[in-house]
């Protein structure tokens, strides 16, 4: 045993400084061994770790003594040796910045090996030449994805660090992509700044001993969980139905969470819940099923809503009959749904809404459901929203449902700050392809409200911004180091498009694996893993304990791979500003600052962090005490109001009435919108669904977080992660329901193409009951595998073909899900003679297409 060494890693994908998963990793001859749970016990502190436990009905709730890892954490080390990592700096064969750059080959071209000295040099001189030519804000920085997390290593922000030395950039701002219809609506009608989720202070007590029912409406409390927070959530349903609390799943598939603990699955159409949820209020009214005490002492505005919900504003009266035609939920099943949520204590449960919080018109069943919630007493004991992820996150006051910790470690001190607010040239995710290659000017410029990151700052969604801003030019050249814009956002094919605009001179992507954007890079820097990196971290979104530690390095880099941050530094160094860089401070230096400002420093010395390697923070002593999610606003509403303008819940917005009087989509107050002015016909009422004739839901995927995992061989032999095809290429699953396959001829195994306007991508069929008929399912996020550039993908990477559009006029949010699609069954081999190139790519069995088959031979 001796020659083991172990490290202390946080495995989770949640972005700077939050982690979640940590784990004991061991190592030997300078190779990773095993990933192991972290045991909290073996790492308590001298005071002990106050272990909690939630008491409800007879049983117990209690801390685990390790922690609980996702398969993520467990196999990340594959990913580590996996054959698709880029070892070596490259160029594009055909990209001479002296001379022909070729851009119209970007995707197509392959790559060559270069030096560090060379990609340094021509990045700094291209910087450089930018700079002169038009401004630093002509660089753009692409710089927010998720991915391992790191705190001093990036990837967040080391570029953008860099490039501010010499002037600035133009940064691509988070749209609050992953709380969209709760940042666009529900804020509106309950407040809850930053991002418009509900409070979740001591909710899991709470939901414990007062819940008799809870709804996990667009909600797998299996699978997303495992990006942030391990299998914590799930081991809690678990609980609650060992107490005896109703798990029902509103969802268009039986997804995982619903598989394991649903007792009843309700099957809706994939974003026609505004209709479902109307009608259960038209239920509640013609009943008398509601809170009306509550509703005058907690609420404004509630009559223009009851105008939407009895069809005297459109003509529609909102019956459950009605609702059925829309949302494909029997009416008599909304009628009881209704009734009994009206009977017993009923909160709902997300992870972060569903898809449907993600397509388009987001906003409304978002804040239909505050809506509903208010119309019950929200925040009366076990009626509240419950979040099933992201403990302590993105909170204004340390909200979580999980208990309270003793205190937040907080690593901010050392990271390179990243905010929207502080920017003068931005551009919003969503409209990043139109930025790119747009005809805009000063003159002529592109314009929308919102340059969040992640709902901060919070008073965005009222601000117009302009590309190019106001002093700057357009965009020149792209630095990315979070190189999945193709395969996360919609319209990937149209940012493909983009990337071969004249405007955009050079692009340079920084990377682990060779996938997705950077196949349309010009220069690749490789880059580490976070085994090979000694940094400090934090996890404060397990749910068990929050913790802080030192995670030295595990094993040496691999190939000639850096940091993100080494990467900004070699640039750095060429350009003669490293010591502005690095503010003199080595690595070592900013481990011992962040520690020093992290709340560790109150408990224990700097020598003692680094001898035990770790701090677990002990469960606060008081925290059974903390008021449960909205129970203020509850008891009352005069000392403790919301954060919307009067305090209360706004079912008729007047801000919204005044800030956007001329907006027929998000109005102030909500509706059912069956097709707008953005979105005229993507729903399957319309004479679209002719041509495509099945929504698609495109979730979050069971086998990955987003595009990171793809090529994990552990995942991709498991029968739902892949489909094998007749050719033997492991192919994305389309789950299809029986009723829909008998009629299209496809039966499991078949391989299909997923096609709207936008293009096609393939898939391999998966027939199942465990989708409703009219819909088909595939997750996002694999990686792309270009049949025909900006046309076609047979890696199965939907996004390429979402609609290219915003949520609504006035909401720059992503339509990811939830839109028409067409589906048939398509031959292999067929397609492998049309397109021989594409189906002849060097591909390796196990991990899929691996970096060989973009190298120049
Ligand atoms: N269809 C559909 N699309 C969606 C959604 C949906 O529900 N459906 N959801 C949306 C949501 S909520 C989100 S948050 C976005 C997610 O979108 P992103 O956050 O953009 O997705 P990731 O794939 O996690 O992107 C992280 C990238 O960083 C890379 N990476 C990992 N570690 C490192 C590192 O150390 N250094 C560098 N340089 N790179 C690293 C990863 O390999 C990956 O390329 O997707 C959105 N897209
Ligand atoms: N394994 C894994 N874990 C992850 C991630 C990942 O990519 N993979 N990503 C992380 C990130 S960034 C985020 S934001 C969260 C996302 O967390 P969520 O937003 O909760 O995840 P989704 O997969 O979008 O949706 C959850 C469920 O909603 C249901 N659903 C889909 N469409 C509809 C609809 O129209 N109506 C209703 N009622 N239900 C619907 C589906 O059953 C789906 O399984 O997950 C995080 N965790
Ligand atoms: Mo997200």
Redesign the pocket.
């Known amino acids: 045993m001796s020659d083991i060494k172990t490290t202390i890693k946080t495995l989770g994908f949640c972005g700077p400084c939050t982690a979640s998963d940590p784990a004991e990793i061991d190592v030997k001859d300078g190779k990773i061994l095993r990933t192991r749970p972290f045991r909290y016990t073996d790492h308590a502190p001298k005071e002990g770790l106050n272990a909690w436990t939630i008491k409800a009905r007879g049983k117990e709730f209690r801390a685990k003594e390790k922690s609980e890892i996702s398969p993520f954490a467990l196999a990340y080390k594959q990913r580590v040796y996996s054959p698709n990592r880029i070892l070596y700096p490259l160029k594009r064969v055909d990209f001479d910045p002296n001379g022909e750059r070729n851009i119209q080959n970007r995707g197509k071209s392959k790559y060559v090996r270069i030096s560090w000295d060379e990609a340094t040099d021509i990045i700094a001189r291209e910087v450089l030449r930018i700079k002169e030519k038009y401004g630093m804000n002509s660089i753009f920085v692409q710089s927010d994805g ?1 991915h391992a997390v790191k705190t001093i290593h990036g990837p967040r922000g080391t570029q953008g660090a860099l490039l501010d030395i010499l002037g600035g950039y133009t940064l691509q701002a988070r749209n609050p992509d ?1 709380w969209e219809g709760w940042y666009w609506g529900a804020k509106h009608i309950w407040g809850q700044d930053p991002v418009g989720q509900g409070n979740q202070n001591n909710l899991f007590l709470d939901v414990a001993r007062n819940s008799d029912m809870v709804l996990f ?4 409390v299996v ?2 969980p ?3 927070g391990g299998h914590f959530p799930s081991r809690y349903c678990f609980f609650l139905r060992d107490i005896g609390v109703r798990q029902i799943y ?4 039986v ?1 995982y969470g619903c598989a394991v603990h649903g007792n009843k699955w309700i099957p ?1 159409l ?2 026609t ?1 505004s209709a479902l949820q109307l009608a259960i209020a038209h239920t509640w009214i013609k009943e008398d099923l509601y809170d009306q005490e509550y509703i005058a002492t907690h609420a404004v505005g509630f009559g223009t809503f009851v105008n939407q919900v009895m069809g005297r504003d459109d003509g529609i009266e909102k019956t459950p009959e009605w609702a059925e035609t829309v949302c494909g939920v029997p009416a008599r099943t909304i009628k009881a749904l209704a009734r009994s949520w009206a009977k017993q204590n009923t909160s709902i449960a ?7 919080i ?2 388009t018109y987001s906003h409304e069943p978002a804040r239909l459901e505050v809506a509903l919630l208010g119309m019950q007493a929200l925040g009366k004991p076990g009626r509240n929203q419950l979040k099933m ?1 992201e403990y302590q996150l993105f909170s204004l006051d340390s909200q979580m449902p999980a208990p309270r910790a003793q205190f937040i470690p907080d690593l901010v001190s050392i990271l390179f700050p990243y905010a929207a607010d502080t920017r003068e040239s931005l551009v919003t995710e969503t409209l990043v392809p139109e930025a790119l290659a747009g005809d805009y000017s000063r003159e002529n410029p592109l314009t929308w409200y919102g340059c969040t990151c992640a709902g901060v700052p919070v008073e965005d969604q009222f601000r117009k911004i302009e590309y190019p801003a106001p002093g700057c030019e357009r965009i020149h050249m792209v630095w990315t180091d979070s190189p999945k814009w193709t395969s996360s956002w919609n319209g990937g094919f149209k940012f493909m498009d983009a990337l071969h605009s004249e405007h955009i001179e050079c692009v340079v992507a920084q990377h682990i694996w060779m996938e997705d954007d950077c196949l349309l890079a010009d220069i690749i820097l490789p880059v580490n893993t976070k085994f090979e990196e000694y940094d400090i971290n934090c996890d404060i979104t397990s749910g068990n304990y929050n913790m802080l530690l030192i995670e030295e390095q595990s094993i040496p880099p691999l190939g000639e791979s850096k940091s993100d941050y080494e990467c900004a530094m070699a640039v750095a160094e060429k350009l003669g500003v490293l010591q502005e860089l690095t503010g003199g401070e080595s690595i070592a230096d900013k481990v011992k600052k962040g520690f020093m400002n992290s709340g560790v420093q109150d408990y224990i010395s700097f020598e003692e962090f680094k001898e035990q390697k770790c701090y677990v923070v002990p469960a606060a002593e008081d925290w059974e005490e903390d008021v449960a999610g909205f129970y203020a606003f509850y008891s009352d509403p005069e000392n403790f109001p919301l954060t919307t303008p009067s305090g209360k819940l706004e079912y008729y917005s007047q801000r919204l009435a005044e800030s956007f009087p001329e907006d027929t989509e998000r109005g102030p107050y909500p509706k059912w919108i069956e097709k707008g002015e953005t979105h005229p016909d993507e729903r399957l009422s319309t004479p679209r669904s002719e041509s495509y004739p099945f929504l698609l ?1 495109s ?4 086998w ?3 595009s990171q995992m793809d090529d994990c061989a552990w995942f991709r032999e498991i029968k739902t992660c892949k489909v094998k095809g007749p050719d033997g290429y492991a192919y994305e699953p389309v789950w299809i329901n029986p009723v829909d396959a008998q009629k299209l001829n496809i039966k499991s195994g078949d391989i299909v193409k997923l096609f709207n306007e936008g293009g096609w991508v393939l898939g391999g069929a998966y027939v199942t009951e465990r989708i409703r008929p009219q819909v088909v399912l595939q997750d996002h ?1 694999a990686r792309i595998d270009p049949i025909v550039l900006g046309e076609s993908d047979r890696g199965g990477s939907n996004n390429l073909i979402a609609p290219k559009k915003i949520t609504s006029k006035n909401c720059a949010g992503e339509v990811t ?2 839109y028409l699609v067409g589906i048939e069954k398509v031959d292999v081999f067929e397609l492998a003679q049309r397109y021989p190139e594409a189906f002849s790519r060097k591909y390796d069995p196990e991990t899929g297409v691996i970096v060989d088959a973009w190298l120049a031979e």
């Open positions: 998720h992953s409406w667009g909600c797998d699978t997303t495992w990006g942030w509103i969802c268009p598939d997804n809706v994939p974003n819940d997300h992870c972060n809404g569903g898809s449907f993600r397509s992820m839901v979730n979050h995927p069971h990955r977080l987003h996020g899900s939830g």
